[in-house]
């Protein structure tokens, strides 16, 4: 019998180069996009076991340590 997942496959519309980013930082934490995703979800509609997701690190973005340019940046640290 072919693969049955225990959740019905969903589509939505991404940029390609977010998709892609996405793929390759949630790798570098250790998961992929589906969990990522589906952690946001379960956050974002407040269910009694989710979490507030982990954010990626600047070094898992990527991205240079100090050169913050942004308010989120600046509260990454709180």
Known sequence: MPNQPR???????????????LDAVA????TNRAQ????????HLRRPDARR??????EQLGLPRGD???????????
């Open 27 to 30: 790798q570098r934490m250790g």
């Open 36 to 43: 990522v995703i589906n952690a946001y979800i379960r956050w």
């Open 53 to 58: 997701p982990e954010r990626p690190t600047r």
């Open 68 to 78: 913050r340019t942004s308010l989120d940046d600046l509260l990454d640290d709180f």
């Open 7 to 21: 959740t019905q496959h969903r589509s939505v519309r991404v940029d390609d180069d977010d998709w892609a980013d």
